[in-house]
């Protein structure tokens, strides 16, 4: 069965056909006549009485056509109310059909679905539109389904027809496959009926169900973080496949201010517990941080445009490809002489990518390790690109956007320049073996094409995470800058002249400063010449060697 909401675009055009179709049969038997056995029927519009647009009927609210329009003008449009909308823009918020008209293509319709859901529902309490607008609309060319708070009625709480709402909006998109974006302006559950709308089966829980699953079947999940996003809410965008927050009114927390102070006794605000700044540099939950509403928005278009856009045929031959804005020559230049000393991955980005764009994801959080999506030749490719040594939270990073690309059919690039993992104590206790096994898992179970480049080292674990000959890229190149080892040279010199000192010492022997040089260079020499990409490829691990040039 065809799913009904799904019209738009190519069932249209059938209907189109169809009606065409039929005109054409009816003139064609009119024109043999009744003896020809041809079905000869009857217009409708022949037979039933003329009526007007504004002819009432009776609907099953017992309200005629033109008091149903009235109601939707008067209770359901303009949500909460003047003061609270009022209240609303105060804030520097766009009222929530407002951010909807923003976030699809211009002029496209939106079909909002269960406009009077909560209406005359619950004594006393106005509630337009359930506290919740769902509908489908054309988000960068593609059908998607938008669920939204409305801040203005009741703080966006969770009332039963709400969570029965925005339940019933999530089964349509599972139903006729359609991508998810959340505009999260919301309190959490309404308290005074918290019996009604959290324990059972289809309350609040299912919508986070509801999202793990349609994130694991391809089915795009996007947050838009606009204000409140309050207890169990905050999965909302913890759970989704990427998150925007907006500086200043958006705000993530499982516990707020109120709770805080009253289990703790801490006293702090909303932007320092769960703010954008907090979320998109510290805790990772939010990956992209907008200024104000608009520009939201704006980065929901884009992710959603980008989930979408994968294509397969490549144009190699680059007639209609943006070069990069930057010459590749100057790639060797980039690179610093000493080994030890850093650089911006970033600069070997600009001179590869396509018109040299970069949409960073997760920019504030974990600089070191660069992720972000760009195009090849007009292939979408993921970017995961060393910028220092890997920390647990980069490690992090690395995984959820592996397992993204993994997702949305998007090949992965690897730009290998790595230490290996950070060492100490300190990070030890904070389970960094544990964050490691996570980006090496989700590289082994990736199913997408993986093209690996080692541009300067590659050691260690590190090798492992970024993808290494172990893990079956489906190309590997190295740079003849490249050295790939347990360890660097400047490393295994340190750690085996400790060794063989020590070793010295508990046997009572004595070790000169000029044995112990020596000794340190001829490891350093050692390594880097096994850790050498000509000793790698004459050793049969098949490495693709090309000069900077040739890197695109």
């Not at 006729?176 to 019996?195: E, F």
């Amino acid at each position: 069965m065809r799913p009904v909401l799904r019209w738009r675009g190519r069932w249209v055009k059938m209907a189109t056909a169809e009606r065409a179709l039929a005109t054409q049969a009816m003139r064609a038997a009119a024109a043999l006549g009744s003896d020809s056995g041809a079905f000869v029927g009857t217009a409708l519009s022949e037979q039933l009485p003329a009526r007007t647009r504004d002819d009432p009927f009776e609907s099953r609210l017992g309200l005629s056509s033109i008091e149903l329009r009235r109601v939707l003008e008067e209770s359901v449009f303009p949500c909460g109310g003047r003061v609270s909308m009022e209240r609303h823009r105060a804030r520097g918020k766009l009222p929530v059909r407002e951010r909807i008209n923003r976030l699809i293509d211009s002029s496209s319709p939106f079909l909002e679905l269960s406009q009077l859901a909560g209406y005359r529902l619950y004594d006393g309490i106005d509630l337009p539109a359930g506290g919740v607008i769902t509908g489908i609309g054309r988000v960068s060319g593609r059908l998607a389904m938008i669920i939204a708070n409305d801040a203005t009625s009741k703080g966006g709480t969770y009332f039963p027809i709400t969570i029965k709402k925005h339940l019933r909006a999530q089964q349509v998109a599972h139903a006729c496959k359609l991508p998810c974006i959340y505009l999260v302006d919301s309190g959490g559950a309404y308290l005074p009926l918290q019996a009604d709308v959290f324990p059972d089966r289809d309350h609040f829980g299912r919508i986070f169900f509801n999202q793990a699953r349609m994130s694991a079947q391809g089915l795009a999940q996007i947050s838009v973080v606009m204000g409140s996003c309050t207890a169990g809410g905050a999965y909302v965008p913890a759970m989704s496949d990427e998150a925007i927050i907006v500086r200043g009114t958006g705000s993530i927390f499982l516990g707020g201010p109120p709770l805080v102070k009253a289990a703790t006794g801490e006293v702090v605000s909303s932007e320092e517990l769960g703010g954008a700044e907090v979320h998109c540099s510290k805790s990772g939950v939010a990956d992209h941080f907008a200024e104000s509403d608009a520009h939201a928005l704006a980065l929901a278009r884009r992710a959603l445009a980008r989930h979408c856009a994968n294509r397969p045929d490549l144009d190699v031959d680059g007639a209609n490809v943006d070069a990069p804005l930057f010459g590749p020559h100057e790639l060797e230049q980039i690179l610093p002489d000493n080994p030890r000393e850093q650089y911006d991955v970033r600069e070997v980005l600009a001179r590869v990518l396509d018109g040299s764009m970069f949409h960073e994801f997760k920019k504030l959080f974990a600089p070191t390790l660069v992720t972000g999506f760009g195009r090849i030749f007009a292939q979408d490719v993921g970017i995961v690109a060393n910028n220092g040594v890997l920390f647990g939270e980069a490690a992090r990073k690395g995984a959820h956007f592996i397992q993204l690309c993994d997702r949305r059919d998007i090949p992965l690039l690897f730009l290998h320049d790595i230490t290996g993992f950070m060492v100490g104590k300190k990070y030890e206790h904070a389970g960094i073996a544990s964050d490691g096994a996570k980006m090496v898992n989700a590289v082994a179970c990736s199913t997408v094409p993986k093209i690996s480049l080692i541009v300067r080292g590659s050691f260690g674990a590190g090798n492992y995470a970024m993808c290494g000959r172990s893990f079956d890229p489906t190309f590997l190149f190295s740079w003849p800058s490249a050295r790939i080892s347990v360890m660097s040279g400047e490393n295994a010199a340190r750690v085996l002249t400790t060794v063989q000192r020590d070793a010295k010492v508990q046997r009572g022997e004595t070790w000169s400063a000029e044995e112990e040089q020596k000794h340190e260079e001829q490891v350093r020499e050692r390594f880097d010449r096994e850790g050498c990409p000509y000793c790698t490829y004459d050793n049969y691990a098949f490495f693709e060697h090309f000069d900077a040039e040739w890197l695109r």
